[in-house]
């Protein structure tokens, strides 16, 4: 949705793009740990209502992944 400006559940090209921030009206659009806060920037279909959240942000999404990407957690207890 965010790169193709399609929405898949209806189709229409017809998507808002929503940034997140304090300075952006939106503080809201959050994701929140310890002392961590990352906003998100949410794309809406306007026609079916449909919406999705994205990290835009590469240094946040690095923060993500280090608190919640836990990699092999699968086989480590085989
Ligand atoms: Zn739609």
Known sequence: MKYSQCCPKCQSSEIAKIEGGAF???IYNTVSFGLTTIYLTRYTCTHCGFTENYVDDPKDLAKV???YFKPGTDTEFV
Do not use: M
């Open 65 to 67: 992944k280090d608190k």
């Open 24 to 26: 952006k009206g939106n």
